[in-house]
């Protein structure tokens, strides 16, 4: 499942900000999300104004309405198996979860 994360912070705590007075540990948290966010092909907005969190939930929406499904058989012992998504033009991005773990298959079924 993708996570998608929008972290609402004090002006004091957004780097981005203006009224920034250089708090490590927003940042640590933060940090922290988007991590989640990325490895499970999410994303992670941090915002500290209104316009900002109208902005981060437009493009939300927008990345919700262009996903898509692909599926497939894994095969081989069970564990970690990465995954690299690759898109052939070079003007489309893609965010796709790191990877995946593959379990024992039941005999039959």
């Known amino acids: 499942v993708p996570v998608y994360v929008i972290a609402v912070v004090s002006s004091l705590d957004d780097a981005a900000s203006r009224a920034f007075v250089g708090s490590t ?10 991590d989640l966010a990325r490895w499970t092909g999410g994303r992670a907005f941090v915002v500290s104004e209104d ?3 109208s902005a981060a939930a ?5 990345d919700l309405r ?4 692909l599926a ?3 095969a081989g012992a069970p564990g970690w198996r990465p995954l690299d998504v ?3 033009r070079r003007d489309w991005s893609v965010r ?3 990877g ?8 039959g079924g």
């Open 86 to 88: 690759r898109v052939r």
């Open 51 to 53: 316009a900002q969190a």
């Open 58 to 62: 437009r493009q939300l929406l927008a």
């Open 25 to 34: 540990r927003p940042a640590e948290a933060t940090g922290a999300l988007e």
């Open 96 to 98: 796709a979860r790191s």
């Open 100 to 107: 995946y773990f593959a379990s024992r298959t039941r005999p």
């Open 72 to 74: 497939f058989e894994s």
């Open 66 to 69: 262009h996903q898509y499904l």
